[in-house]
């Protein structure tokens, strides 16, 4: 089985594999309200603690949904959407929206100043959060290095788990990660502080290790009792020539947001797609849009219709059309979800006075 640890790009070869492996909790869509197209279309396809979440969007009782910003550069790539489409789905349901600037971890493992990365997350990474869905009244943001609850707990968790215990989740042991894991199972726990609430984490399912160091010390700390947290998991985005998940290291093979018109549409006439040898055989035998990463880029980014989706994996699959269009049409789509990005991104831009961002007395 290949490593789906936090830190490796590869892509799994069966998801089934990885449920069965880690024990986790296969997704049933039926069990969701409203489910949004990732939801509908088996991209969500695991998690942890589901019925809680389940139980409490369908009783209307409190909890809590909270996702990292990474400040490692002033991109992010189009697999980031995901996971705000699903923060955006909790939030629609009422969910408490929490996102939680990582500029500790950002110090501890890639070297970048807590001023560098608050200038980033205020120049850049709150207002793409914001354009790409997430509600400005209702999510609160706050910086790891200035929340004195978060690095307590992080201190405090140091004495729950054991080095070897360490190894078994992570593989690895090296103080950085060790200091930045500890201080994420913080933040996971940090809303319950505030408000005693279940909760949920929305991530790759290459996060699970961090998922499960939290709940495994929240068997062991009972001092705030915190409720065990939930996790939900998408399936990744391959990057355009589907040899790797789709990441900021994988310049030409990846989208990025915000990213020039023309140079996504170079990268998509270039992708991997499940067209045949010639227009001949495509005509007659018909395409395979399982296998091909343009089709991924409809079913996970470009069309939320079902109806529409179900349309072009018919006229690939009949021959009715053939890839040069089909991307074309990718093309033309993506070029409007820019469009309507770089608008909004600029407007939120404009009102980072009004984003809701905490401020902690005890600094
Ligand atoms: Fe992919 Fe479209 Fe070609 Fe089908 S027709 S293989 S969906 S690019």
Redesign the pocket.
């Known amino acids: 089985m290949k490593d789906i640890s936090p830190w490796s790009d590869e892509l799994p070869d069966d998801y089934q594999e990885i449920i069965d492996k880690f024990g986790l909790e296969k997704f049933n869509v039926n069990e969701f309200p409203n489910p949004n197209h990732l939801m509908r279309r088996n991209i969500i396809f695991a998690g942890r603690g589901l019925k809680v979440i389940s139980d409490c969007i369908k009783q209307k009782k409190d909890f809590y949904v909270l996702s990292g910003i990474m400040t490692s550069s002033e991109k992010i790539h189009l697999g980031t959407k995901s996971i705000i489409d699903m923060i955006s789905y909790f939030q629609r349901q009422n969910a408490q929206t929490y996102v939680c600037i990582a500029d500790l971890e950002a110090l501890c493992t890639r070297n970048i100043s807590l001023e560098e990365s608050k200038k980033r997350a205020l120049n850049f990474h709150i207002p793409i959060y914001l354009a790409l869905g997430l509600d400005i009244k209702k999510t609160t943001f706050y910086f790891q290095s200035e929340n004195k609850t978060v690095l307590h707990l992080s201190y405090a968790f140091s004495s729950k788990v054991t080095l070897n215990e360490y190894r078994a989740i992570y593989g690895n042991s090296e103080p950085s990660r060790i200091l930045a894991a500890l201080t994420q199972s913080a933040d996971i726990l940090f809303p319950q502080t505030i408000k005693k609430m279940p909760g949920i984490i929305p991530v790759g399912v290459d996060q699970d290790p961090h998922i499960r160091l939290t709940r495994d010390i929240v068997s062991r700390y009972k001092d705030y009792n915190f409720i065990t947290p939930g996790s939900i998991y998408n399936k990744f985005m391959p990057s355009l020539d589907g040899s790797l998940k789709m990441s900021k290291s994988n310049i030409n093979s990846a989208i990025f947001l915000p990213e020039d018109k023309n140079s996504a549409c170079k990268k998509i006439m270039r992708a991997l ?3 045949r040898k010639d227009v001949e055989e495509q005509r007659k035998i018909g ?3 399982e296998n ?1 990463m ?2 991924e880029l409809y079913k996970q980014h470009l069309i939320e219709d079902d109806k529409k989706l179900n349309k ?1 994996y018919e006229e ?1 699959k009949t021959g009715k ?3 040069g269009e ?2 074309k049409n990718a093309c033309d789509l993506m070029n409007k979800f820019l469009d309507s990005l770089n608008e909004n991104f600029n407007k939120f831009k404009e009102r980072i006075d009004d984003a809701k961002i905490l401020k902690f007395k005890n600094n």
């Open positions: 797609t499940g067209g395409g395979v849009p091909c343009v089709f072009v690939c059309i053939l890839c089909c991307k």
